[in-house]
């Protein structure tokens, strides 16, 4: 069968016209993420991008006005219709621009320069907001007000310089954190390379840093996303590499505010400590809402990990009322998030098997599903699934 031989005759609601040529705009929805000192961006796939399609069409004969009169109503119609595209076949589709030219020079034709884009089913038409979404945003916020308020607050500009050595060995040790964070998960080897080289260019240039307090903290800032985004391949994962930053600095001595510059020391090791744990904090909320939970103990376990993070950061010495109704309002935003999402999970119990049994007959007397031995073995950590002790309480689900 020839190529002419599989083209459809095009339409529009019914409406018949013939086509001279057509253009389709395909593609993805990408956010290109361009961070201070890295000569590389980074790509964030956002899912496929609507497809836009143009359409040189005509109709002609004797009475092609009424052809003509015919697809301009179904074309001004309102709402989607199908388009039977000769090269495309059937697509429900929406006319975003019409063009219609005549002239004498081509009497008994009228033709059509269409601009259409596909349309898809309104799949979530619940009005209720997004929990998950909301997570993301608030968590976005939080970062956002920590950078805003470290610019306005670190300062080593006319100071001594063991102030700026201060501030630039907690920025160096911030670094080499995220470095060493990488062993904890197995990610993709080029974007692991790609953040060892960005932190590595950022420890070197840290005097220049130091002293430009939005390099800083935008190196930071980038540092942490792109481990716990880049690198992690997993919300898990994710979760894990924020994990290391929580506590960073705890070991620091404290500076005893005794002269100006030591009190100038004071502020920027605040400060600083302050922007890690507010990101990697931030970091952990936003993987946390990713999250899928087995259980409804998983989700609280989860919940209130993170909430006792974000609680540690609120009650921190001096933060400033933007920052800590930034905080607030992620803390409430998780909570509300992994509370809805883990409502109506299963509950854990604790389950006694009578004798000594392999997991595989487990799974089926417990779920009538054998399948489910591997959620069994996982929960349990059970070293030999074919020999699964008796008289040693396991943790099930209770589906009912």
């Not at 991008?49 to 109503?73: E, H, P």
């Not at 540690?312 to 800590?324: N, Q």
Request: overall charge neutral; hydrophobic content about 45%.
């Amino acid at each position: 069968m020839s190529w002419r031989d599989q083209l459809q005759a095009a339409s529009f609601r019914g409406v018949p016209f013939f086509v001279d040529s057509h253009e389709a705009n395909l593609g993805r929805r990408v956010h290109v993420h361009e961070f201070p000192l890295r000569d590389k961006p980074f790509a964030e796939d956002l899912g496929r991008k609507a497809r836009n399609l143009t359409i040189q069409a005509f109709v002609l004969g004797s009475s092609y006005m009424t052809v003509r009169d015919r697809l301009v109503a179904a074309i001004e119609k309102s709402g989607p219709g199908l388009l039977v595209h000769p090269y495309l076949g059937e697509l429900q589709c929406t006319v975003l621009e019409c063009k219609v030219s005549e002239s004498t020079a081509e009497g008994g034709l009228a033709r059509f320069a269409l601009t259409l884009v596909e349309a898809g089913d309104a799949a979530f038409p619940s009005t209720a907001p997004s929990t998950t979404a909301t997570v993301v945003a608030t968590a976005e916020q939080a970062s956002t007000s920590a950078v805003e308020n470290f610019n306005k607050r670190h300062s080593v500009a006319g100071k001594p310089a063991f102030v700026a050595a201060a501030s630039g060995g907690i920025f160096k040790g911030a670094l080499s954190g995220i470095q060493s964070a990488v062993s904890l998960v197995r990610g993709a080897a080029d974007q692991v390379a790609a953040l060892q080289r960005d932190v590595d260019a950022a420890k070197r240039d840290w005097v220049t840093l130091i002293y430009a307090p939005a390099s800083a903290s935008q190196a930071l800032l980038a540092a942490i996303k792109q481990l716990v985004r880049g690198v992690a391949s997993t919300p898990e994962d994710s979760l894990s590499l924020a994990r290391v930053l929580y506590r960073f600095g705890d070991t620091l001595p404290d500076v005893k505010p005794s002269t100006t510059s030591r009190k100038a020391q004071a502020n920027n090791q605040l400060e600083l400590l302050r922007l890690v744990h507010v990101v990697a904090a931030a970091e952990g909320a936003r993987a946390t809402a990713g999250l899928d939970f087995a259980s409804y103990q998983d989700a609280i376990k989860a919940r209130d990990e993170i909430t006792a993070t974000l609680d540690d950061v609120l009650l921190a010495d001096g933060v400033p009322d933007d920052l800590f109704d930034a905080l607030r309002g992620l803390r409430s935003a998780v909570v509300r998030d992994v509370t809805t999402r883990g409502a109506n999970l299963a509950r854990v119990v604790s389950w006694t098997p009578a004798v000594t049994a392999p997991s595989l007959a487990l799974a089926q007397q417990l779920y009538a599903d054998g399948r489910r031995e591997g959620e069994l073995v996982a929960r349990n950590r059970v070293r030999h699934p074919l020999f699964v002790a008796g008289s040693v309480p396991l943790e099930v689900l209770a589906d009912e």
